[in-house]
Each structure stands twice: as structure tokens, then as C-alpha cells.
């Protein structure tokens, strides 16, 4: 086919180019030609003719109008087939338009994807004269849109393959759509779950589980939650799972799905449920030897001073020996009573009333309560408290009994003619227990164990090591920490931790060294 308008910026037709002068008409369909960002082409089929305005060659990269054969040619070779099928049936259909989306080669061997809208001249069905068109390049959509599958197709592939349950749900909480793993892990086909709320899945105790979260999501509050609950198999056998929820929105924020994975735990719980048991087991088996070796001894000590009564009976002058034995009997009960008392108290555990209270005279109060043993000891007890004190939220009788636990230990680690010193202080946003001695100390693997119950590193004292257990137990309760630090022959240093109560500042008006010890 002959090209007879070499110039491509001549935007008269080929079939008025020797016509001298232009029209208005002419002039205009010239300036929208220019103007336009699409490749305008027009082939004439029965003059071989062929032409092209400005755009279309800086598309294509070739400064000349391209033939019919040009274009033929540089069709993509995957696109060639469908294209050209397209273009036969067009013609087989006679005058009229036609409309392809393909790839075509530029110049430079690159390929770019166009929309080619055209309309067919034809002098009978088949028989082209004329071809008028004009080529958008949609590249740029086109690579979006293909962007956009692969990125639907990774999703598909990671919904409906992937190890966790997954499943699309809608924002009044019904099922949309969901993978193999969690149709599998609930024991239901995946026609069945489409249309199901969550509520028929969900365990009757845990409904409420997740609501507030749920709620806070859908508000946009949250980006997402996790939360660990159980729900029901087809066949009403329970399922633990981990459930995170998190929200896919438009770009008006409106929720179009709510996105759910399902990851199965149930063996994990009934692991860490199995684990419990045997941990309650193994404390009621500690509980059961330390309650019988500290009971054995003061029963021993009750049967056998009953043995000498009895046996003193018959002896009119054995009344004093009577008299001690009951005695013995006596103070033997007693302690059995205590140990009883100590274990009720650590083992229930309950949750103590508290107010704000001045530490600082329960501090006062549990040094006079240990001046006694402390003076037996030969050892002395100083109190310092070296800020003003703030109010501190507790059970003051609880906290009367933890200093004098920890004094008590330290009166009987010391030697005589040592002190025990016992500090408080305004520590910023805390106050600051100290309870220090300089006795014979402890070894790291006797710290390790110091928090035990009936661990104790005086069983010859009669000691029953719960004191420290106690401790720890109403420390904790008061949103507190305790740790203790010793080494052997250095003695030990014990340190708890509160936080301040909220409201004002009352101090106890004294500063540093408590004058009154």
C-alpha cells in the first residue's frame, strides 16, 4: 500500500491534498486533530492510502503514517489471533463500527496496550474500503488493572489455601464467605457457613467474649483485635481459637468486610490445662507434707507429755509433773492452732478492703510489736523515714503483718549486738519499703526459695516458712513488688515496692530518723 502524505504534521486528508486553499471547516477538524492525545489514523483500502495526525506517530515512535501491513505486523503475537478474529467478524458484518483492546509494537520494540475504536467502510460484506480510527493508550490502566488481579489472585490463593481459618464477614456479624481450614475446623461443608452469625458458632459462655472489642473496631476506635475463645463444631464439640478481627473499609471509611482468622489452639489449652491440674496437685502434695511434718511435731509432743501424765496418775507427789506435762500439752495445741490459721490464710487468698492509710504509723506500731523478741535477740530495731510520707492505699492490718514478718526474720538472722534497720522513703511515683539486716545472710539457691511455701532455713527455731509466702501474697494483692537480696555472711536486704495513692499529698510530719525509737 502506497503512503502519499509523507508529512505527518499536514493535517489536510490525502484525498484534498491537491485542492488549493482550505475551508473553515477544514481548519478546525485540523486544530482538533492537533489537539487531541489520541493516534487518529485513516486507511484507504481502494487508493492504498494511508494517514495519520501528530499524535499517532509520536505514539507508535515512527515520524511517517503507518500502513495497514504495519499494523498487521506489530500486533502482539498472543493478541494477534483474538484481534484479528475480532476484525474478520467486524467486515463480515458490513459498514459499521468496531472496538479491540490489545498490545502493539512500537518502534523501539516495546509494546504498549491501546483501545482501537474504528469505523468500517465496506462496499459488500468482507470487502473493506476504508478504515477511520482513532488508538488510546491504556497502559497505564492496563498495568493497574493487571496489578490489581495478580494482587486478587495472591489474596484468593492465601484465603482459600492458606493454614489458618479465614473468613469474610459482614458488619452485622454474619458469614460471607469462608476458607477450607475454617469450614474444617468447625466441621462444616462450605455451603453450609455462608448466612451464618457468628453467634451459632460462637460457645454460649464466650459470646460476650469480644463484644466490647467488636464494638470499638466497627467504631473505628481499633485497628483490629485479638482475643482467645471458644467455639462450636457442627457436632457440639468445642473448639479453642485464637481470633483476630480487623476491618476492610472503602475509601470513604465505610466497612465492606470484616476480616476473621481462626487459628485452632485447642491442644494448647488442653496442655496448659493439664499442666494446671498437675501444678495443683504437685502444690496440694507440698501443702499435705508440710502441713504433716509441722503438725507431727507438736502432736508428737502432745502424746508424749499425755504418756507421762498418765503414767503420773498413780504417783500422789508427781502433781508438778502433771501439771507441765498438761502445760506442754497446752502450748502444743496452741501451735497447732496457729499453723492451721497461717495455712487458712494463705491459701485463701482473698481480696482484702483498703484505704489510704499512713504507712508511716503502721511502721511505728510494727517496730513496737517486735521490741520485745528484738530485745531478747540483742538486737535493735531502727525505723527511718526519710521523706514526708504520702498516703498510701492498703489494709493497714495486712501491712502491720508484712513488716512484722520481715522484722522478725531479721531479728533472728542477726547477731547480738547488731541492728535491723528498717527505711521508708518517697521514691517519685512510689514509696520505697526497706527492711535490712547484717546476719549471717542467705546462699543464692535459699533466696531462690525464700517466697515458698513452708521453705525455711530455720526448722530447728520452729520455724513453719510460711511467713514470707504470706508476704509475698498481700504485697502482691497491693499492686506491689518484694525482692530480697542476700549473700552468705553479708546479710540481707529486703525491698518492697508501692505505688502512691491518687489524691492529696499527706504527709506525717516527720523527717528524717523516727525520733521515738
Not at 188 to 206: C, F, K, M, N, R
Not at 317 to 343: F, H, T, W
Not at 354 to 359: G, I, R, Y
Amino acid at each position: 500500500m502506497d503512503s502519499r502524505c509523507e508529512n505527518p504534521s499536514d493535517v489536510r486528508t490525502c484525498a484534498s491534498a491537491g485542492r488549493a486553499g482550505s475551508t473553515e471547516a477544514e481548519d478546525r477538524l485540523g486544530l482538533l486533530l492537533r489537539a487531541t492525545r489520541d493516534a487518529v489514523y485513516d486507511w484507504n483500502f481502494r487508493q492504498s492510502l494511508a494517514w495519520c495526525n501528530e499524535s499517532f506517530a509520536e505514539l507508535i515512535g515512527q515520524p511517517g503514517p503507518a500502513p495497514y501491513s504495519w499494523w498487521l505486523g506489530s500486533l502482539h503475537p498472543e493478541d494477534r489471533p483474538a484481534v484479528v478474529d475480532s476484525y474478520q467478524a467486524a467486515l463480515k458484518r458490513g459498514t459499521g463500527g468496531w472496538t479491540a483492546e490489545y498490545r502493539i509494537r512500537r518502534t523501539d520494540g516495546t509494546y504498549l496496550c491501546v483501545l482501537d475504536r474504528a469505523y468500517l467502510l465496506c462496499d459488500a460484506p468482507g470487502q473493506p474500503v476504508r478504515r477511520i480510527g482513532a488508538m488510546t493508550d491504556v497502559s497505564a490502566r492496563r498495568g493497574m488493572e493487571d496489578a490489581l488481579r495478580a494482587s486478587e489472585e495472591r489474596f484468593r490463593l492465601t484465603f482459600e489455601n492458606g493454614p489458618l481459618g479465614m473468613a469474610l464477614i459482614s458488619p452485622e456479624g454474619r458469614l460471607l464467605r469462608a476458607n477450607h481450614c475454617f469450614c474444617n475446623m468447625l466441621g462444616y461443608a462450605e455451603e453450609e457457613l455462608p448466612g451464618t452469625s457468628l453467634g451459632e458458632i460462637a460457645h454460649p459462655d464466650d459470646l460476650r467474649a469480644d463484644a466490647d472489642l467488636a464494638r470499638q473496631m466497627i467504631a473505628g476506635e481499633l485497628p483490629g483485635y485479638t482475643v482467645d475463645k471458644r467455639f462450636l463444631r457442627k457436632g457440639g464439640h468445642v473448639v479453642w481459637a485464637r481470633l483476630t478481627a480487623t476491618t476492610l473499609r472503602d475509601r470513604h471509611g465505610k466497612i465492606m468486610y470484616i476480616v476473621g482468622i481462626l487459628e485452632d489452639i485447642t491442644e494448647r489449652k488442653q496442655v496448659e490445662e493439664a499442666l494446671r491440674r498437675t501444678e495443683r496437685l504437685a502444690a496440694i502434695g507440698t501443702l499435705a507434707a508440710g502441713l504433716a511434718h509441722e503438725i507431727n511435731n507438736p502432736l508428737g509432743a502432745i502424746v508424749l507429755s499425755a504418756d507421762v501424765a498418765m503414767l503420773a496418775l498413780d504417783d500422789a507427789g508427781q502433781q508438778e509433773v502433771i501439771s507441765a506435762s498438761l502445760n506442754n500439752i497446752q502450748k502444743a495445741a496452741l501451735r497447732c492452732g496457729r499453723i492451721v490459721k497461717s495455712i487458712l490464710q494463705f491459701a485463701r487468698d482473698e481480696v482484702s478492703n483498703k484505704w489510704p492509710c499512713d504507712l508511716a504509723d503502721v511502721a511505728r506500731h510494727a517496730r513496737d510489736l517486735t521490741r520485745k523478741p528484738a530485745g531478747e535477740a540483742g538486737v535493735a530495731v531502727r525505723l527511718e523515714i526519710r521523706d514526708a510520707m504520702p498516703p498510701l492505699v492498703m489494709n493497714p492490718t495486712e501491712m502491720e503483718q508484712v513488716l512484722v514478718n520481715l522484722i522478725a526474720n531479721a531479728i533472728q538472722a542477726s547477731s547480738p549486738g547488731s541492728e535491723v534497720l528498717v527505711r521508708l522513703e518517697s521514691w517519685q511515683d512510689f514509696v520505697r519499703i526497706v527492711v535490712q539486716d547484717w546476719g549471717r545472710g542467705m546462699s543464692a539457691s535459699e533466696v531462690s526459695h525464700i517466697f515458698d511455701p513452708f521453705f525455711t532455713t530455720r526448722h530447728g527455731d520452729g520455724g513453719m516458712g510460711l511467713g514470707l509466702s504470706i508476704t509475698y501474697g498481700i504485697v502482691q494483692q497491693h499492686g506491689g513488688t518484694i525482692e530480697v537480696r542476700s549473700q552468705p555472711g553479708q546479710g540481707s536486704i529486703a525491698e518492697i515496692i508501692f505505688p502512691i495513692a491518687e489524691g492529696p499529698s499527706q504527709g506525717t510530719g516527720q523527717h528524717g530518723q523516727d525520733p521515738d525509737r
